[in-house]
């Protein structure tokens, strides 16, 4: 194990800290909820990390058993990393954690990347509000660059991973990085971005309107923000 100081606490949330509690080492378990990455995605996606440091906090997640290498060999020679069933536990601790500091000041400068757009879409879907729930309900596929989304809405909750979607999606939304982030934080509406070329909107009308409803929701509009349409 590599030496690093703990709390000696018995108390969970020490125990916890002790694994996940380390700078970096939260963001790196965000960035793989969606699914597994290449390390050179999770550097791209960590703004301010440096290979060192994520190369030792990877290595100090997967030594707790938070994180694992999968190697997927020739002729591929690519390494993913992805979260172990424990490390999936966070999932509902970082979503509620992601709520709990929305309320926060945001930094004047930095992005959302999409990894966080998406699970800001998880965190703000509320199954308790059944008549929505049952609105938005469908398949859906979000294509972001070279990036494939599924989500699948149920009343249970939301699922997004980074896959296509396992049947022929209800409607599907394709943009560019800068096209969807503006998108998701009302800085531009469809319409705009379909009417530019910068978006495409496909499947049935009501579909492609859940569709943007679900991603529309994770951030509140401005009091002057335009209105959205499909």
């Not at 859940?210 to 335009?226: G, I, M, T, W």
């Amino acid at each position: 194990m590599s030496g690093r100081r703990n709390y000696g606490d018995p108390c969970g949330v020490a125990r916890g800290l002790d694994v996940i509690g380390e700078r970096w080492a939260l963001l790196v378990v965000r960035d793989l909820l969606l699914g597994p990455k290449r390390f050179g995605d999770l550097l791209a996606g960590l703004p301010g990390v440096s290979p060192n440091v994520l190369s030792q906090r990877l290595r100090e997640l997967a030594e707790h058993g938070v994180v694992r290498r999968r190697d997927l060999g020739p002729p591929a020679r690519v390494h993913l990393y992805e979260l172990t069933e424990w490390g999936r536990d966070l999932e509902p601790v970082l979503l509620g954690l992601g709520r709990w500091g929305s309320r926060a000041p945001s930094p004047p400068e930095g992005v959302l990347g999409v990894d966080s757009l998406l699970l800001s879409v998880k965190a703000a879907f509320d199954p308790a509000d059944v008549a929505e729930a049952a609105r938005l309900s469908g398949v859906y596929e979000i294509r972001v660059g070279a990036d494939i989304y599924a989500a699948e809405v149920t009343g249970d909750g939301v699922r997004i991973d980074r896959r296509p979607a396992s049947r022929r999606p209800d409607a599907a939304l394709t943009a560019d990085l800068d096209t969807f982030r503006a998108l998701c934080v009302h800085g531009t509406t469809v319409e705009e971005a379909v009417r530019s070329g910068a978006a495409r909107l496909d499947g049935d009308p009501e579909a492609r309107r859940s569709l943007v409803d679900l991603l529309l929701a994770a951030v509140p509009p401005r009091r002057d923000a335009a209105p959205v349409t499909a």
